[in-house]
């Protein structure tokens, strides 16, 4: 419901650009006041037959119980493992990139790091030099969890999608030119590890070992088999990464939107249906493959 102005204004010119093509008008509708009510009557209408959920696991447990056909994407926590083999420059800006993409919004987004102790330190130093703003003290932490944390340790979704000088700003911190993300050394059960915060703040989180980087790593995602990336040059590693996570998505040493097919192999897309099997989905996804068998006539063999 916060973001229904710019939903309805896109819906608009996509449909200004459909028409243009040849479709029919107002091929793409929205509610002009969205809310569960309405959803709820949507999804129930005869005239729905396949529904497609996007987003946290409430509205996906909402249309599974709507008795039709339903890809959901349910939630991801995606953890990135980096170990003390990997290029920890080149790491620490795909981190960046990643986690700070659309201000941490996409489900694929970098959402806690987990880095072997012997490179931790120069992967957060390296990550400064691409736009990370460290935050180095337990008064400043207090401060970002005061600002981005409600008294139960849920981030605020007031803050979700805000930019990371806003927060800073928030915490009464002038922020530096060109900060796109927070990122700050807690405890493995911290909410900024635990939680899918959906904005630019990064947890990071010091193991010993790359074994312990990865059981972590997985604890972390928490079975949402969503989305894990990791930096290592050990292929043996890597592998044993992704076969412990299991994910739809596993990114090797890039972004995590590399998994999107930016930089990577994929294509774009935004429905990440693991709850209901679907994986990646594409327009293929929605359609219902069919099959026409004409027996004894037409056969030639």
């Not at 449909?15 to 006041?33: C, H, K, S």
């Not at 990139?97 to 659309?102: C, K, R, T």
């Not at 000088?165 to 928030?170: F, H, K, Q």
């Not at 010993?208 to 590693?237: F, K, P, Y």
Request: hydrophobic content about 45%; aromatic content about 4%.
């Amino acid at each position: 419901p916060r973001a229904k102005e710019v939903s309805t204004r896109l819906v608009g010119e996509l449909n200004t650009v459909l028409v243009e093509a040849g479709a029919p008008e107002d091929l793409i509708v929205t509610f002009v006041n969205p809310g569960r009510d309405n959803t709820q009557e949507l999804l129930a209408h005869p005239e729905v037959n396949l529904v497609v959920a996007t987003g946290g696991k409430g509205i996906v447990d909402l249309a599974l119980r709507s008795g039709k056909k339903v890809i959901g994407a349910g939630a991801g926590n995606p953890p990135v493992v980096v170990d003390h083999t990997a290029d920890i420059p080149y790491a620490a800006k795909c981190i960046v990139d990643g986690a700070s993409f659309d201000n941490n919004l996409p489900c694929i987004a970098e959402k806690a790091i987990v880095a072997v102790d012997s490179v931790a330190d120069l992967l957060v130093y390296n990550m400064e030099k691409h736009g990370a703003y460290r935050i180095g003290s337990p008064a400043e932490l207090e401060r970002l969890e005061r600002v981005v944390l409600d008294e139960r340790g849920n981030p605020k979704p007031e803050w979700i999608g805000q930019n990371a000088v806003d927060v800073l700003r928030a915490m009464g911190v002038d922020p530096p030119v060109g900060t796109r993300l927070l990122t700050v050394e807690v405890g493995p059960s911290h909410p900024f590890i635990t939680h899918e915060l959906m904005m630019p703040v990064l947890g990071l989180v010091r193991v010993r070992s790359v074994a312990a980087a990865i059981d972590l790593a997985v604890q972390i995602e928490g079975g949402n088999r969503h989305t894990a990336v990791m930096h290592s040059r050990d292929v043996t590693a890597l592998t044993a990464m992704g076969r412990a996570v299991g994910t739809t998505i596993f990114v090797k040493n890039g972004p995590s939107f590399a998994g999107l097919g930016m930089g990577g192999e994929g294509f774009a897309t935004f429905t990440i249906a693991g709850p209901t099997g679907e994986g990646l989905t594409s327009a293929r996804s929605f359609s219902r493959k069919r099959r026409c068998v004409l027996v004894g006539d037409l056969h030639i063999g």
